[in-house]
């Protein structure tokens, strides 16, 4: 039984990773500059 993706759904899932990801590195640069 495969699962088929909403193409729509995985288009919100790949934004949501690549927000978060965005995220973390400007905490991490943050956290640089205060050094």
């Known amino acids: 039984m495969a699962i088929q993706l909403d193409p729509n759904y ?14 973390l590195t400007q905490q991490i640069l943050k956290l640089i500059k205060q050094r």
Do not use: D, G, L, P
Request: hydrophobic share 30%; no cysteine; proline share 0%.
């Open 10 to 23: 995985s288009m919100a899932y790949n934004n949501k990773v690549i927000t978060s990801q965005q995220q």
